[in-house]
Nanobody, 115 residues
Framework: QVQLVESGGGLVPPGGSLRLSCAAS????????TNWYRQAPGNERELVAA???????HYRDFAEGRFTISRDNAKNTVYLQMNSLKPEDTAVYSC?????????WGQGTQVTVAS
């Protein structure tokens, strides 16, 4: 089992920055990939960025150049640094952890980009 807890969301003006955290506990060593997703009201959930256990990183086009996914193994935490935020980045951001047999989700954290 893996438990995930997100934090770091909030209200930020356009052009601002936020760093989201996804803290994992439990069977950490079984995680193959950690993903950040987001879901805006009325929209489907979409992948934002991913980081593998080997450190490979992948970004959706809208995140490339503005968002950075990273991992602190000592803290069992994956981060999503978001810069140059836009109103269209407003969404609930959730992380998930993919193991060989399961996918685990956190509860999500709200990000609102508004003046």
């Amino acid at each position: 089992q893996v438990q995930l807890v997100e934090s770091g969301g909030g209200l930020v003006p356009p052009g601002g920055s936020l760093r989201l955290s996804c803290a994992a506990s439990g069977s950490i060593s079984t995680i193959k990939v950690t993903n950040w997703y987001r879901q805006a009201p009325g929209n489907e959930r979409e992948l934002v960025a991913a980081i593998t256990s080997g450190g490979d990183r992948h970004y959706r086009d809208f995140a490339e150049g503005r968002f950075t996914i990273s991992r602190d193994n000592a803290k069992n935490t994956v981060y999503l640094q978001m810069n140059s935020l836009k109103p269209e980045d407003t969404a609930v951001y959730s992380c998930n952890a993919v193991t060989l047999y399961n996918v685990y989700w956190g509860q999500g954290t709200q990000v609102t980009v508004a003046s």
